[in-house]
C-alpha cells in the first residue's frame, strides 16, 4: 500500500498569515458547525488586519427571534428549559 503513494511533496511551506495584507473591500461568508450556520462579515482598508469583523452565530436566531415568540406568557424558570431544547447558546446571544 505504500508503494502506491504518488511522489512529490508532502509538506508545502506557507507564508506567516499574520503578515498577509487584506484586500481592500468587504465580504460575507457562511460556514457549517455542529450547532448550524455561522455568518462571517469582514470589512478591510487594505492593510494587514480587517478593518471590522461580525459574527453572526447559529444560536442568533433561536436566540431572538424564536425565543422571542415562544416565551410570551412562559413562567421565568422554564427559559432556562424551552433555550436548552432549541440548542441555543446564551453566550453567543449576548454578543
Known sequence: IIGK???GNVWNK???PLKWKVPAGEVFVRTESSKGEYGYYVVSNGGRK??????K???????TFILENILE????EDVSLIMF????CPPEIDR
Not at 57 to 63: D, E, I, R
Not at 85 to 88: F, G, P, T
Open 14 to 16: 506557507l507564508p506567516n
Open 73 to 76: 406568557e412562559e413562567r421565568l
Open 5 to 7: 503513494i504518488p511522489k
Open 50 to 55: 480587517p478593518y471590522r469583523v461580525n459574527v
Open 57 to 63: 452565530g447559529a444560536s442568533m436566531t433561536h436566540g
Open 85 to 88: 431544547s432549541l440548542d441555543a
